[in-house]
C-alpha cells in the first residue's frame, strides 16, 4: 500500500486512541495529534509495540486553542508531502464544570474546542489535502444532537465569547450539543465548498460507548450511578474506531461527501416532522436529524461565525 497519512485529533484516548491503533494496524502513518504530552507518549508508544508500526508519530496539538492549531499545521505541512484523511476526534466535554470556561482566543471552550477549532484546522489543511488521491474529512458528532428535535431549542449565538456568562447559567451539556449541532453545519457547507477540490466530509453520530472511570466520577452522583449500570452494555471504543475507519478508506464512502453517518454506518436523513408520535421516533431512533442543521440562517450564521473568528487575512475556500 502507498504510504497514506491520517491525523487524529484527540488519539491518546477513548475511541482516538483505538482508532490510532486501528489504523496503525493497518499499516496507515498516523500523526496523533494531542495536547497531553505527557500521556500521549505511552499511548504511542504501546501503540508502536503492539502494531509493529514504527510510523505513528506524535504532535502537540491544543484544539481549543487558533495559535496552537496554526503551529501545529505549519509544522505538519512542512514534514509530511500531503494528508489523506483527517479525523476530528478531541472534544470537550467536562462533566460537572459550572462555570463558563473561554479559550485563549476568549471562546467558550466547548465552540473552541469542538466547532471554531476543527473548522480553521481544516482551512489550513486543504491544500495539503487536495494533494491526495482520495481525501477524506470526518467529524465526531453525538447523538445530543437530538435534543435539537424541541423546536424551542437554539445554539446560543450572542453568547459564544461569553458575552452573558455572568448573567445566563452555564450548562455544559448545552454547550456541547450546541458546539456539536454547529459541527454538523459546518459539515455540510464544508463538503459544498470543498468538493471542487476532491475533498469529502462527512460527519459520524457517535453512539454510546464504555465511559472511564475518570469521566464517570466527574458526574454528579445521581447520573454516576446511571452511567455504571449503561457501562455495562456499552460497547468498547474499537467499535466506533472501526466505524472511523471504514468511513475514512472504504470504497463503500468513497464518493459520499456532506452526510450524517450513524453508528450502523447508514446515511442519517433529514427530518420530515418533529411533531408527536413522529418526534418521539426520531429522539429514540437514529435515521434522522433535525432539520435545524439544515436551516439556511443556521447554515449561514454558524459559517459566518466561524469564517470571522478564525480568519486573521481573507481565505479563499
Not at 499499516?27 to 504511542?44: E, F, K, L, P, W
Not at 467558550?108 to 471554531?116: D, K, M, Q, V, Y
Not at 457517535?206 to 456499552?234: C, G, P, Y
Not at 431512533?285 to 435545524?292: F, I, K, L, N, R
Request: charged share 20%; hydrophobic share 35%; with cysteine.
Amino acid at each position: 500500500m502507498k504510504e497514506k497519512f491520517v491525523i487524529i485529533t484527540g488519539a491518546n484516548s477513548g475511541i482516538g486512541q483505538a482508532a490510532a491503533l486501528k489504523f496503525a494496524s493497518e499499516g496507515y502513518h498516523v500523526i496523533m495529534a494531542c495536547r497531553n504530552m505527557g500521556i500521549s507518549t505511552d499511548v504511542q508508544k504501546d501503540i508502536i509495540d503492539i502494531t509493529k508500526n514504527n510510523n505513528v508519530d506524535l504532535m502537540e496539538l491544543d484544539v481549543s486553542s487558533f495559535d496552537s492549531i496554526r503551529s501545529f499545521c505549519t509544522a505538519f505541512t512542512s514534514k509530511y508531502p500531503r494528508l489523506d484523511i483527517l479525523i476530528h476526534n478531541a472534544a470537550y466535554l467536562n462533566h460537572g464544570e459550572k462555570e463558563y470556561k473561554l479559550s485563549p482566543e476568549h471562546i467558550e471552550l466547548s465552540f473552541a474546542t469542538n466547532t471554531f477549532g476543527p473548522f480553521l484546522m481544516t482551512r489550513l489543511l486543504a491544500d495539503h489535502l487536495a494533494k491526495s488521491p482520495d481525501p477524506r474529512i470526518l467529524h465526531a458528532c453525538t447523538t445530543n444532537i437530538k435534543n435539537f428535535f424541541d423546536p424551542k431549542r437554539k445554539i446560543e449565538f450572542d453568547n459564544l465569547c461569553g458575552e452573558l456568562k455572568d448573567t445566563r447559567p452555564y450548562s455544559t451539556y448545552k454547550m456541547y450539543g450546541d458546539s456539536k449541532m454547529a459541527l454538523l453545519i459546518l459539515t455540510f457547507k464544508m463538503a459544498e465548498k470543498y468538493k471542487s477540490r476532491g475533498i469529502k466530509v462527512n460527519a459520524l453520530q457517535i453512539n454510546r460507548v464504555k465511559l472511564s472511570k475518570e469521566t464517570i466520577n466527574k458526574m454528579h452522583s445521581v447520573w454516576r450511578v446511571f452511567a455504571r449500570l449503561q457501562n455495562l452494555t456499552n460497547p468498547l471504543p474499537s467499535g466506533m474506531a472501526d466505524n472511523y475507519f471504514q468511513i475514512c478508506t472504504s470504497d463503500q464512502f468513497k464518493n459520499v461527501t456532506g452526510q450524517l453517518i450513524n453508528h450502523k454506518l447508514e446515511i442519517v436523513k433529514p427530518s420530515t416532522s418533529e411533531k408527536g408520535f413522529t418526534q418521539l421516533k426520531n429522539i429514540f431512533g437514529s435515521s434522522s436529524y433535525p432539520s435545524y442543521a439544515t436551516n439556511p440562517q443556521n447554515v449561514e450564521q454558524i459559517w459566518r461565525l466561524s469564517t470571522k473568528l478564525t480568519e486573521e487575512t481573507p481565505q479563499n475556500f
